[in-house]
Antibody
């Protein structure tokens, strides 16, 4: 079964760092792009950025460029989203997602992780 | 950046009704790279339609998509109880691959 499994919920304080993960299984991980999507409480979906696992080519939304870092370790089929200094406004659900076709950047997200809830509070 | 606008914001309908949801883009979406997703409370989004009109695997044929350029539509021919949810459009032709704000379909 093709699936993306994300790391568990996190509770952090403002200013702390955080790295959440998204592990793929059931398919050839390095042949696909993996994207990250934010959903703040009660709000809509926001596309943050995307990484190609084959060569780590990464694209960011201007809204998130410089605010987060997307990375990957293809040896363990895992993509990451990290913050160096969290703010309360980073509190949200974060989803990773994979397009249907391999190697295709311009594609809809067919496979989604279960989401990681990040809460930032003093 | 392409901005997507969805209308209406909320629809209150009864099971069995026909639904038409609109998604309008601020500029033309290349190659009809437009998708529709369904999201229920506490769940990840689910892909319904890609390429503006192609149903994703396992999606019932009561869901259909149409449109091109800047105007796109998702139609549910006959609402089932499990269809009450929020629906998002997304363009993936031009990075950043933006989402619309969503349309909530709830029970009248």
């Amino acid at each position: 079964e093709v699936q993306l499994v994300q790391s568990g919920a996190e509770v952090k304080k403002p200013g702390e760092s955080l790295k959440i993960s998204c592990k793929g299984s059931g398919y050839s991980f390095t042949n696909y792009w993996i994207g990250w999507v934010r959903q703040m409480p009660g709000k809509g979906l926001e596309w943050m950025g995307i990484i190609y696992l084959g060569d780590s080519d990464t694209r960011y939304s201007p809204s998130f460029q410089g605010q987060v870092t997307i990375s990957a370790d293809k040896s363990i089929s895992t993509a990451y989203l990290q913050w160096s200094s969290l703010k309360a406004s980073d509190s949200a659900m974060y989803y990773c997602a994979r397009p249907y076709y391999p190697s295709r950047l311009n594609d809809a997200f067919d496979i989604w992780g279960q989401g990681t809830m990040v809460t930032v509070s003093s | 950046e392409i901005v997507l606008t969805q209308s209406p914001g909320t629809l209150s309908l009864s099971p069995g009704e026909r639904v038409t949801l609109s998604c309008r883009a601020s500029q033309s979406v290349s190659s009809s790279y437009l998708a529709w997703y369904q999201q229920k409370p506490g769940q990840a989004p689910r892909l319904l339609i890609y390429g503006a009109s192609s149903r994703a695997t396992g999606i019932p044929d009561r869901f259909s998509g149409s449109g091109s350029g800047t105007d796109f539509t998702l139609t549910i021919s006959r609402l089932e109880p499990e269809d009450f949810a929020v629906y998002y459009c997304q363009q993936y032709g031009s990075s950043p691959f933006t989402f619309g704000p969503g349309t909530k379909v709830d029970i009248k």
